[in-house]
Nanobody, 115 residues
Framework: QVQLVESGGGSVQPGGSLRLSCAASGIIFTLSTMGWYRQAPGKQRELVAS???????NYVSSVEGRFIISRDNTKKTVYLQMNSLEPEDTAAYYCNAKFPQSNYWGQGTQVTVSS
C-alpha cells in the first residue's frame, strides 16, 4: 500500500521558515520524481518544486531562491525547506510521487503565513 505522509506545516509570521517532510512507503522511492504542490482556497493546485530521481530540481518562479527541495533516498523522504515566507505562500501543501505510469498524493499539510 502506497503512503505519502507529510509533516512540518504550521503557522508562521512573514519572513519566517518552515521545513516540510514527506515520508514515503510502498513505492520504489529511488525511481520516483518527487514534488511538492500547493493549493490555496479558490485557486488551482500548482507545482511548487520537484526533484527527479537523479536529483535535478525545478521550482515555480514565485519561490525560486526562497525554497529548497531535497530528497534522502535512504530515508525515502523528500523535504521542502521554505524560507522568507510570505502571506502568498499560505496554502495546503501536498507531496506527490510520480512514475511513468502512476501518480500518488499525500493528504496535505497546512501552511499559514500571517502576522
Amino acid at each position: 500500500q502506497v503512503q505519502l505522509v507529510e509533516s512540518g506545516g504550521g503557522s508562521v509570521q512573514p519572513g519566517g521558515s518552515l521545513r516540510l517532510s514527506c515520508a514515503a512507503s510502498g513505492i520504489i522511492f529511488t525511481l520516483s520524481t518527487m514534488g511538492w504542490y500547493r493549493q490555496a482556497p479558490g485557486k488551482q493546485r500548482e507545482l511548487v518544486a520537484s526533484v527527479t530521481s537523479t536529483g535535478r530540481s525545478n521550482y515555480v518562479s514565485s519561490v525560486e531562491g526562497r525554497f529548497i527541495i531535497s530528497r534522502d533516498n535512504t530515508k525515502k523522504t523528500v523535504y521542502l525547506q521554505m524560507n522568507s515566507l510570505e502571506p502568498e505562500d499560505t496554502a495546503a501543501y501536498y507531496c506527490n510521487a510520480k512514475f511513468p505510469q502512476s501518480n500518488y498524493w499525500g493528504q496535505g499539510t497546512q501552511v499559514t503565513v500571517s502576522s
